[in-house]
């Protein structure tokens, strides 16, 4: 039997701990995969400290993986050993309930999440089911890969699907992991980008990003200043403040939209009259499929977005967590293979 390296959670809420195990066997229509490189993202807390319903442990967390495939099981068909894959927040679908059949995998009612649902990258080695694999273009490096597997197919799907047009005004709300990259998309899709944030110490970055506008949210009246602008089609909200998307709700113009992927505690409070008289909405957004994490790579690589990374060798896990979660970290933290 083969062993590796693996970091788990024994329990909701502790530590996460550095162990050997056995390298898992891919069942059917699943494949090893030996891991290169695996983003740290908030989410992962949600595995750490028990906060999703039904984990069990000890398990392995990570969602972000970019690798290697090692081993091919029973029945599956397309895909090769040596082959790049990434495996990012959908991590399987049942394929059968209502929302499968309708196509609609991410919203499957015994959907699977990596790091959640089984163990994920945060280790050596990991199994996953064909339909969470994505390609890995050649041009693309494992650490800027994994990042792009949550936090950027997150912003990137959202954008896409937002009803935004080229040449629109788009903001994005908060510069940080999401936000960073969310930047970027806007600007390679053809949005007039706005970029929000506190204080001034983010301006310069977010030009250098792509914004062709900046709003510092601590000097200025966020709606005020979009309006100006003539108004947001989309406000992408990163942020994680119910309270900073209500203040910005005033910056939408006629059939503006805002989107929430930043996950907030407290709610967002609508302006009636204004969301009547403007056709507003708010909408959210869960990420996307295996095969839209495929498309945000392959744009990724068409147009330069990347994103801006901080890595630590796998045995580090438990300091780059930290790193990750202090929100010190410009802007992702991803782990390498030991
Ligand atoms: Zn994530
Ligand atoms: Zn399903």
């Not at 550095?18 to 494949?31: I, T």
């Not at 890969?145 to 709300?173: E, Q």
Request: proline fraction near 5%; charge should be neutral.
């Amino acid at each position: 039997m083969r062993t590796m390296k693996a970091v788990q959670v024994a329990q909701a809420g502790g530590p996460l701990e550095l162990v050997e195990r056995n390298v898992p066997e891919p069942g059917v229509g699943q494949v090893l995969i030996k891991v290169q490189a695996c983003g740290i993202c908030h989410s992962d807390m949600l595995t750490k400290e028990g906060l999703w319903p039904g984990v069990t442990y000890p398990r392995v967390p990570g969602h972000e993986i970019a690798g290697i495939i090692d081993t091919v099981g029973a029945g599956v068909e397309g895909w090769q050993k040596g082959q790049r894959v990434g495996v990012g927040w959908h991590g399987g679908h049942c394929g059968r309930c209502e929302r499968c059949r309708h196509g609609d995998f991410i919203l499957c009612e015994r959907g699977l999440i990596p790091g959640i649902s089984y163990d994920g990258g945060y280790a050596d080695y990991m199994v996953a089911p064909v339909e969470a694999l994505a390609r890995i273009p050649d041009d693309l490096s494992d650490v800027d890969a994994a990042p792009l597997l949550c936090a950027g197919i997150t912003t990137f799907n959202a954008l896409r699907n937002s009803g935004a047009r080229p040449g629109d005004l788009v903001a994005i709300l908060g510069i940080g992991g999401l936000g960073h990259l969310g930047v970027q998309f806007a600007q390679k899709m053809g949005f007039r980008t706005v970029a929000i944030a506190r204080g001034q110490d983010k301006a310069a970055l977010a030009t250098q990003l792509g914004a062709q506008h900046y709003i510092d949210s601590k000097a200025e009246n966020i709606a005020e200043a979009l309006q100006a602008l003539g108004g947001a089609r989309v406000i992408l909200a990163t942020v994680t403040s119910g309270k900073a998307m209500s203040v910005a709700l005033g910056g939408l113009g006629s059939d503006g939209k805002l989107i929430i992927i930043g996950a907030s505690e407290d709610p967002v409070e609508v302006p009636v009259p204004q969301f009547i008289m403007r056709r507003n909405s708010v909408q959210g957004w869960p990420s996307g499929t295996s095969a839209d994490s495929q498309d945000t790579l392959a744009f990724s690589v068409l147009t330069g977005v990347k994103p801006m990374i901080e890595t630590f060798p796998l045995t580090r896990a438990a300091e780059a967590y930290d790193r990750m979660m202090s929100g010190a970290a410009r802007f992702r933290v991803v782990l390498t293979a030991s």
